[in-house]
């Protein structure tokens, strides 16, 4: 099934149509979307990395959950596939597809999904309605959203994640000096690291496309990322697609701050829900690089974060450490939730590249 989730579209499968396999489930995906090749002419995909994604859904067998979901990114122009990272745009069409294909019986007029990613073992809770026992992606009038960068409106669906076991701060710190550029690295379910754009000699205003087109940011931003990287934890992130980039700067349309997130090289022409959540948290934290640059709002309010087609709403809230937690005085997500939308775009059967 193609489905759009969220700003992205993505190919959504049972895990049970796909080899077991890593190796040969990736080559035959590389076959599906056609890649690589900078068109992927002959496949699915639609020559950028946010329509160049996959879901995998499968019934979980974690009593906390009732589908496990695997975000895999396939490469463009390379025959490279990951599984590195979650993906907060298409977890919008988990719950649906999941309705869709029998894994989870529809719930009255809505229905609820919980959903482990796999690629991290973080959950999320996926709410949207189902009239009648069908999933309904157009919405009605009393009843429906608009999402940044996707035309017209559709049924919402309301994502809520609750708090990860990981550290909000990888580092342990609110700040890092990375390649001489000061930072914050955060992790609210996708690795990020936060840039005020004035410490890169740029405005954060810029379009994506002239952003990429800057080869000495591009090497700066390489830098920045292979050292934080392993700060984070995360190893050699030569070859990964984490941790994301994202540039701040004041917001100019009533929001927070305004974002420009690379992912990694490509500047995305919005913002990932996972990354904005990580922003969002990032921006409350005391001492973080968006002091001085983004209007955070009080606690407990909807955070709108700001990217190059629009903006993105979050509702994060934070809280001190639990008692006897190390050390004790690094802040802990509390809440973290977001509206999206999600539509089946076609279900049928993909005939895949000859080998």
Known sequence: MLMRGGTSKG??????????????????LLRIMGSPDPRQIDGLGGAHPLTSKVAVVS?????????????????VD???????????????????FAVERGLVAP???????????????????????????RVDYSGSAEVSA?????????????????PGTGPLLPTGRARDLVAGTPV??????????????????????????DLEADRQLAERLREI??????????????????????LLAPPVDGGAVMTRTFIPVRCHTSIGVL????VAAGLRIEGGVGEGVARVPEPGDRMRIEHPTGFLDIETALAEALPGALPAALPVVRRTAVVRTARKIFDGTVFPRPT
Do not use: W
């Not at 990354?275 to 990580?278: F, L, V, W």
């Open 184 to 209: 914050t690295c955060v992790n609210n379910g996708m690795p990020t690291v936060l840039i005020a754009a004035s410490s890169l000699g740029v405005t954060g205003y810029e379009e994506p496309a």
């Open 107 to 133: 719930g009255g007029d809505r229905t609820s999904v919980r959903i482990r990613m796999l690629n991290t073992g973080d959950l999320a809770v996926a709410q949207f309605p189902t009239p009648g026992g």
């Open 11 to 28: 190919a959504y499968f049972l895990a049970a149509d796909l080899p077991a396999e890593p190796a040969p489930r990736d080559a035959l």
């Open 59 to 75: 019934v979980s067998d974690d009593p906390a959950a009732d589908v496990d979901y695997l975000f895999l990114q396939v490469g």
């Open 78 to 96: 390379k025959a490279e596939v990951s599984a590195r990272q979650n993906c907060g745009n298409l977890l919008a069409g988990v719950g649906p």
């Open 225 to 246: 990322r292979l050292e934080a990287g392993r700060l984070m934890g995360l190893g050699d992130v030569e070859h990964t697609t984490v941790p994301k980039l994202s």
């Open 275 to 278: 990354g904005a959540a990580s």
């Open 146 to 162: 608009e999402i940044s960068g996707v035309p017209g409106s559709a049924a919402p669906v309301v994502i809520e994640f609750p």
